[in-house]
């Protein structure tokens, strides 16, 4: 688990314009991040249906941006579960109870790992969890924020889920932006690189399994269809109305 809290003021504000990260996004288009997608905290979600491509065993990457509008609820960036049967969840707790509002990893073990900090309210963070075979190391705006060890061993055929913890009652309550997923363990220098001093970075060449942009892909911020920008193109619903955002990280 992890070691005592580490002071954070990190996150980053809240910016409403479109921001770029100077790199190319594919035939010469500057890569651009216009959109989020909003959760209201009572019941909307996204759905991205079951592929086998993400049964992922002994490594795994799972990257997520996000902004809580409270710390009351659980926020799922992206989760396995069906029927209590958990493949992965990466999350961000709630704050009390014994809980501490931080970054959450479940490997389907019957455990749950924490990362140190307790994620602020309000303005845009990055997290990561980084699994290389039985070693796991959380990240929180490119920096390291917690390591351990744990088995990830656990595949079902449940759906994904983002903002809601699978088949559980939590609904997140904030913006998600630019979730990806990866069946290899990424460096901490490629997490430095999708951090990108907090603007948001093409990541295409990092080769992710799934990669949900949250309105910049094919769906250009309307509709309900959040489109998969990897090759593997398993596009998710938006769910009980959640909303394209311009609210992004800059």
Known sequence: MGSSAISLGLGLGGGKAATSSGTSGGGGTP??????VSFDGTDDYITIPHNSVFNITGSITISAWFKLDSNTKYMSFLTKRASGSIAFQFYNTLTGGGLDGNLRFAPGDGSAYAGNSQIPTGSWNHGAIVVDNNSYTFYLNGSADGTGSLTLNTTNSADL???????????GDGNVDE?????????ASNITSIYNSGVPNDISSLSPVGWWRMGDGTEAGSGTTVYDMSSNS???????GPTFSTTVPS
């Not at 890569?31 to 989020?36: D, G, I, K, P």
């Not at 889920?161 to 609904?171: E, F, P």
């Not at 979730?179 to 460096?187: D, E, K, Q, R, Y």
């Open 179 to 187: 979730v990806a997923i990866f069946n290899t363990a990424l460096s």
């Open 161 to 171: 889920t983002i903002g809601k913890l699978g088949d559980t009652a939590n609904y």
């Open 31 to 36: 890569f651009t991040n216009q959109y989020s």
């Open 234 to 240: 398993n596009n998710g619903t938006l769910t009980n």
